[in-house]
């Protein structure tokens, strides 16, 4: 009984480090999605929510203004790290000047690009001055890979083998594909365990909403993301959720369904991101 009860207290005492959230409380389709789950989508609920299933950081996403997400980070801190997001398709010198203070500044944490949304190729050219920038202050880029969710985004832009090619042009490029660029994880299982500077993350692999044959999916899930553990890519996977897709409550269980050590749970949980995240 009192083994059962420690293990109890070990799993709740799990460091968390969410690598993948969007703050997009006026955004029509996440407040629906939010609805659907019964989330408290708004700033204070999500940090409850955070504090509750003990997430101590979280990286948002961008997506729709650097100011805002440099400036939500420091108004909720300590809870937030903020990437910024820039489109190589076509820079805002503005834009990019104001990232790259904010990058000298240690205010922005990595910086986030969104192939097939944007319509470009992660390899082309015009992406290098973003690489370079990323470098240069050490910070990951984190890339939108597989299904784009949007009928007008072009599939062909986000497969993850694209990402080699990046990998094996800037070996000092920090680089993380979002949603094991799913559905081709095999192909993003090649892509992090080659080179030394790729990652993947695990967020965004299903919805929170009900469907006919959802677990049975979170079980297939399951077992691609243990054959990247075991194939030796346990240090090499983060913990997301895509907030607020799926509830932290319900993508947590799911992580911790996982065949794979103590250990290697703990990696994708925390530890594998605050390597690639300093935490402040």
Known sequence: ?????????????????????????EFDRSVEQAKELGLNYSPQGLIKDMKRHNIEKALIMGTFSNKYARDFAQKY???????????????????????KSCLSNKEFSGIKMYPGYIKFYPYEKKCDRIYKLAMKYDVPVVF????????????????????????CKFPDLKIIIAHLGFPWITDTMEVIIKNPNAYSDISGLFAGGESPYKEKMKARLRTKIEDIVYSGGGDKLLFGTDYALASHDEYIKFAKGLKISSEDLDKLLFSNAAKLFPLK
Do not use: Q, W
């Open 1 to 25: 009984m009192t083994k059962k009860i420690l293990n109890k207290r070990n799993e709740k005492a799990r460091r968390v480090f969410d690598s993948h959230i969007h703050i997009h409380f």
């Open 77 to 99: 801190a300590p809870h937030f790290l903020a990437a910024a997001t820039l489109n190589p398709v076509s820079i805002n010198p503005k834009e990019f000047d104001f990232v």
């Open 144 to 167: 939108h890979s597989g299904d784009p969710a949007f009928p007008g985004a072009p599939v062909k832009y986000c497969h993850p083998i694209h990402l080699d090619d990046v990998a």
